[in-house]
């Protein structure tokens, strides 16, 4: 069994022009996708909230483009994304390289895609409660385009969840990026190139003291190989998380090993995609809170939850505006 990539719809016959969910995709010839975004759409914007840090190595920004290899039905592909027109009207010229690409791999591709850069997401709802509010309206005006990245497997983010707990983003993408190196696939032109993230199975037959070379510690290896193994054995199914309420999926995510409540609701956010989901005992997302509302005093889980309930069901995408708004500030990312 196979568990990169959930898959997409078929994007059936090659040249054919398929208008789904608001994203409508031509598929060319060779090793090249056209795919047109539900606008406005900015790439840089979308893949920097994605990215979080200029050394992350497996999300990478070029300039103008966007590069990342993806496991598509076990076989590693890198993707190398450009922004062809837009916002308004955002078109994407996306290249495939390693590997068999055919149209299998096109249609995989596009999945990992729209879950990667949020493709599809209508955010105009967003948009209209946004403007006119007094703290956010300015903030939304100025990222509009950002659309609220997601990790391509529920397990990936998961894992970056689990690397980043009691630590900062860099020390944990720095984690991250070690992991992907040594453990993740690398396409087969470029054997010393970028790899893919792991899937379970790369992971699955390590000891903890495998992850503990890479800095991991004895908590968080544990985590990362035992729930490898639990997804391997067919005892853990990740994706089926989304066929859960919060409190349920919550509640399974959280009975892991070394999993709790900030790591289950990022998960919900950066893996499954709820776009309800504010993190609420994200430290970081505490301070941005404290600055964008003028509180001197700390908050907690419950108080940030009643600082959020006035965005919903918006409050992840708040989420990702005051992470990319921090970024730009401290010269972290582009500036938006």
């Not at 409540?261 to 404290?290: C, I, M, Q, S």
Request: with cysteine; proline share 6%.
């Amino acid at each position: 069994m196979s568990h990169a990539i959930p898959r997409a719809l078929d994007l059936r016959d090659e040249n054919q022009i398929d208008l789904r969910d608001g994203v409508q995709v031509e598929t060319s010839t060779g090793r090249q996708l056209q795919i047109d975004p539900r606008g406005p759409f900015r790439l840089d914007l979308t893949a920097w909230a994605l990215r979080r840090r200029s050394h992350n190595a497996v999300d990478r920004w070029d300039a103008d483009t966007y590069e990342r290899v993806v496991s598509l039905d076990g076989a590693p592909v890198a993707l190398s994304v450009t922004q062809v027109a837009g916002p308004d009207a955002p078109r994407l010229s996306v290249v495939l390289a390693g590997g068999r690409v055919d149209q299998s791999a096109k249609e995989l591709a596009r999945g990992a895609l729209d879950r990667l850069l949020g493709l599809s997401v209508d955010l105009s709802p967003f948009a209209a409660m946004a403007a006119p509010d007094p703290r956010l309206g300015a903030l939304a005006a100025r990222l509009r385009g950002l659309k609220p990245p997601r990790f391509p497997t529920v397990f990936e983010a998961l894992v970056n969840g689990v690397a980043c707990q009691q630590l900062s983003l860099t020390v944990g993408i720095h984690l991250l990026n070690r992991l992907a190196a040594e453990r993740g696939r690398a396409v087969s032109a470029s054997p010393e190139g970028p790899r893919a993230f792991p899937d379970p199975e790369d992971l699955a037959s390590l000891q903890p003291d495998d992850l503990r070379h890479h800095g991991f510690s004895s908590t968080k290896a544990r985590t990362i190989i035992e729930t490898a193994r639990a997804i391997i054995a067919g005892g853990l199914d990740l994706e089926a998380l989304q066929q859960l309420e919060d409190g349920a999926a919550i509640e399974r995510l959280t009975s892991l090993r070394g999993v709790g409540r900030w790591t289950a609701e990022y998960v919900l956010l950066r893996g499954l995609g709820r776009l309800h989901v504010f993190p609420g005992d994200d430290v970081g997302a505490h301070n941005k809170l404290r600055q964008l509302f003028g509180i001197d005093t700390p908050l907690d889980h419950e108080a940030v939850g009643r600082l959020v309930a006035r965005w919903h069901p918006y409050a992840g995408v708040v989420y990702f505006h005051l992470l990319l708004d921090s970024l730009s500030r401290a010269g972290l990312a582009i500036q938006a």
